[in-house]
């Protein structure tokens, strides 16, 4: 196999065209070409390293040759011949994207010295070229495994929300089906204040465990039809710190945490468990607080029937500012949610 670079000569000229021959034909695998239609049918079907060819020639000239050159083969370095020192035709070789040009008569030793220094370029940049590609590769494949990872996690993160839930269901079916209907009220309403999508979806997920905790509560606490001791309020209220234990050693559950947290605060400072106020609240948890207020009121009860909606909407305006976060309220009021 002939490992030497390959260099076409095109000039009309036989002996121009066979001098450049002869001075390159040691070092080098030369072919040639009797004008630049024939050339470029050439390299078409047998591309070369370096081309030397004439500016001057019939049909086609160099200029021309060159432009149609660099569109089909732009790695390929041209060399172009001229029997006059132009500057301008210079100019024009160069922004084109010629190498450089020789003036005719040519002495050898400018010819090799020429070629040399084109196909030392040619080398460059197909080592830069392999190595832009070997990193695209890279890039390419260290994209696949990021994306395939975050799939894993996923429907890591879906199947361990979905395990929760059944959870909680398996402890309480009432705590179940309240937390899928807060879920989806919450994401509503963090969609009517303009939250991005990935958020709501985030949201939502930390809506439907927002309840994990009461897993550690005992059923017949959670399922007392009376009123609450203070010695059964002071457990239920550990339901929120509960939840976080089960949760925070799951990493990508991280974001469900303030919901699971704060579920319980309120506005004005006065909820559990660390009595926080306003803002402070994170906007989520404040989300989550008001969903699970409205469908609590909206549900029947063994102590109590379900609330009219005028009552809802009611008791949202009274302790708006105190137990609600006034904006959330605000929103609800001018129906930019739906609360069927």
Do not use: W
Not at 184 to 195: D, E, W
Not at 225 to 252: C, D, M, W
Not at 315 to 327: A, M, V, Y
Request: charged content about 30%; glycine content about 6%.
């Amino acid at each position: 196999m002939n490992s030497k670079e390959k260099i076409l000569v095109i000039d009309d000229e036989l002996a121009p065209r066979e001098s450049i021959r002869m001075v390159l034909k040691d070092q080098y695998a030369v072919s040639t070409a009797s004008g630049a239609l024939e050339g470029i049918d050439m390299i078409g079907t047998d591309p070369v390293d370096l081309i030397v060819m004439d500016i001057k020639m019939p049909k086609m000239d160099g200029i021309t040759a060159l432009q149609e050159i660099k569109k089909k083969h732009p790695d390929t370095e041209v060399i172009l011949l001229t029997a006059y020192a132009s500057l301008e035709t210079a100019r024009d070789a160069i922004r084109f994207g010629a190498f450089d040009y020789l003036i005719k008569p040519f002495d050898k030793d400018d010819v090799l010295a020429v070629v040399k220094k084109g196909l030392a370029k040619r080398r460059t940049n197909t080592g830069l070229k392999m190595e832009r590609d070997i990193l695209l590769d890279r890039a390419t494949y260290l994209e696949d495994q990021v994306n395939s990872a975050r799939n894993k996690i996923m429907t890591c993160y879906e199947g361990t929300v979905s395990a929760l839930i059944l959870t909680i269901d398996a402890k309480d079916h009432y705590t179940y089906n309240h937390s899928n209907r807060v879920s989806k009220l919450s994401c509503s309403i963090a969609r009517a204040m303009g939250v991005p999508e990935q958020t709501i979806k985030e949201i939502g997920n930390a809506a439907s465990i927002h309840d994990i905790g009461k897993v550690g509560i005992e059923e017949n606490i959670l399922k007392k039809n009376g009123k609450l001791s203070l010695e059964e309020y002071t457990e239920i209220k550990k339901h929120p710190a509960i939840g976080v234990r089960i949760v925070q050693s799951i990493p990508f559950l991280e974001d469900a945490i303030p919901v699971i947290l704060h579920h319980h605060e309120r506005y004005d400072g006065k909820g559990y468990p660390e009595g926080i106020t306003g803002d402070q609240i994170p906007l989520s948890a404040r989300i989550v607080i008001v969903a699970d207020a409205i469908d609590a009121m909206m549900s029947d009860r063994p102590y109590r029937d379900a609330l009219t909606m005028t009552k809802v909407l009611s008791e949202l305006k009274e302790n708006s500012g105190t137990q609600f976060d006034p904006e959330i309220v605000e929103i609800i009021e001018k129906g930019k949610i739906s609360l069927e």
